[in-house]
C-alpha cells in the first residue's frame, strides 16, 4: 500500500510535516509559515531538565506546539494518539496506512537506521511521516531529507518507543478535516501575538529574552565554577541544541525572518520586511556564537574568543530580539 504523498525537504521537521501534512490536504503553506502560524520561536535555558545528563536548552516551543498551533489557528482538524503498547501501536498505524491516510509519527532518531551515523544520537523529538508499506518496510517521507526512506518495521517501532527523556510513547496524528478557504491575514497575527507574549511577558527568568540574558550570566561563570573538562561539555551541549538539533537557534531566527518575509506580503504591511532584516541580524548573532562555542569546544579559541565575550554577544542577541518583538507587537496590537 502506497498514499500518492508528495515529499518535500525542509529545514526543521516538525514545521517540514506541519507544512507537509497540510499540503497533502490542498492547503498550500510555506514551512516558514507554518512555524510562525504555529508561534514555534521560542527560548528556554533550563538547567534542571537534562539531555544525556547536560542542561537543555530550548530554541523553539514545546514538542507539537508547533503543529497544533498552525492546525488550531487555521481550523484544521488534528487527532493525536499515543500507545502503552508498541504492537498495537503499529496496528494501528498499519490500519490508518490501509485507510488511505498519511499518518505523522514522533520517533527517536537515533533508531532510523537512514540516518548518518554521525547524527544518530539519542533524541526522541524528531517527526517524520509515513505515507505507505511494501513488505516489512515503511515508506517515509523525513522532511529533512532530500528523498523520501524506507524503515524497517523493526526499525520503526524502535523509534517509536524509544525510551530516555522525552520518550514519543508512540505518538502518531493525522489530518481530519482542512477548511475550504482560509484567510492567512487572521492566523498570522495572532501567532505573532503569541511568540512575542512568551519572549516578553513569561515571568520565569530562564524563558524568552530574560533566559537568553539568564544564560549569558551562567555561561561567563562555567570555567570556574565548573572546571575545564565539565564547561567543555556544557558548552557543546549547548552548541549541539543550537545548530544540530531542530534547526538551531540562528536557523529557527532565518526561519521566522522568512516567516515575516512572507507576512508582509500577504498582509501587505512593508514594516515587517524591516523586521525580517533585524531578526536575520539576530540570528548572525547567534551563529557566531555558535562558531565562538566550537572554537572553544576545539581547543582552538583565540584571545578574543573568551566565555566573556560569549556572554556579550547572548546579551546583544537579547536586546535585538527584545526590540523586534516590542515592534511586533505594536504592529499586531489591535489585530483581534
Known amino acids: 500500500m502506497k498514499i500518492d504523498f508528495r515529499h518535500r525537504q525542509s529545514a526543521h521537521c516538525e514545521s517540514g510535516v506541519s507544512s507537509n501534512l497540510l499540503f497533502h490536504h490542498g492547503v498550500n503553506i510555506s514551512e516558514a509559515l507554518a512555524f510562525g502560524i504555529g508561534a514555534g520561536l521560542f527560548f528556554a535555558y533550563l538547567p534542571f531538565i537534562k539531555i544525556n545528563d547536560l542542561p537543555l536548552t530550548t530554541f523553539r516551543c514545546e514538542v507539537g506546539g508547533i503543529l497544533k498551533g498552525v492546525c488550531r489557528k487555521l481550523g484544521a482538524g488534528l487527532h493525536s494518539r499515543r500507545f502503552r503498547n508498541p504492537e498495537e501501536g503499529m496496528a494501528a498505524l498499519d490500519r490508518l496506512l490501509e485507510s488511505g491516510i498519511a499518518v505523522g509519527c514522533r520517533t527517536g532518531a537515533y533508531w532510523l537506521p537512514y540516518f548518518p551515523s554521525a547524527y544518530r544520537f539519542h533524541f526522541n523529538m524528531h517527526n517524520l511521516i509515513v505515507y505507505g508499506k511494501e513488505g ?105 541544541m543550537q545548530e544540530e538539533l531542530g534547526t538551531g537557534g540562528a536557523g529557527f531566527r532565518f526561519m521566522y525572518a522568512a516567516f515575516l518575509q512572507e ?58 530580539e527584545t526590540a523586534i518583538y516590542r515592534e511586533l507587537q505594536a504592529i499586531v496590537k489591535n489585530s483581534d
Do not use: H
Not at 551563529?287 to 581547543?299: P, S
Open 136 to 240: 516489512d518496510d515503511y515508506l517515509i517521507s523525513d522532511p529533512v531529507f532530500p528523498e523520501p526512506q524506507v524503515c524497517s518495521a523493526r526499525n520503526l517501532m524502535k523509534a517509536r518507543f524509544a525510551k530516555g527523556a522525552l520518550a514519543p510513547k508512540g505518538t502518531m496524528y493525522y489530518l481530519t478535516r482542512v477548511p475550504g478557504e482560509i484567510d492567512l491575514g487572521r492566523p498570522i497575527r495572532k501567532g505573532i501575538k503569541k511568540v512575542c507574549s512568551r519572549m516578553l511577558k513569561t515571568p520565569l527568568p530562564m524563558v524568552g529574552v530574560r533566559g537568553i540574558r539568564f544564560l549569558a550570566g551562567r555561561l561567563e561563570k562555567w570555567p570556574e565554577r565548573l572546571g575545564k573538562p565539565k564547561t567543555t561539555l556544557y558548552l557543546g551541549q549547548l552548541v549541539r
Open 263 to 320: 507576512a508582509a506580503s500577504i498582509l501587505n504591511d512593508n514594516r515587517l520586511d524591516d523586521l525580517s532584516r533585524k531578526m536575520t541580524q539576530a540570528g548572525d548573532g547567534w551563529r557566531k556564537f555558535a562558531f565562538i562555542g566550537a572554537r572553544q569546544c576545539k581547543g582552538r579559541a583565540t584571545e578574543t574568543d573568551s566565555f566573556g565575550a560569549m556572554a556579550e554577544i547572548l546579551r546583544d542577541c537579547a536586546e535585538k
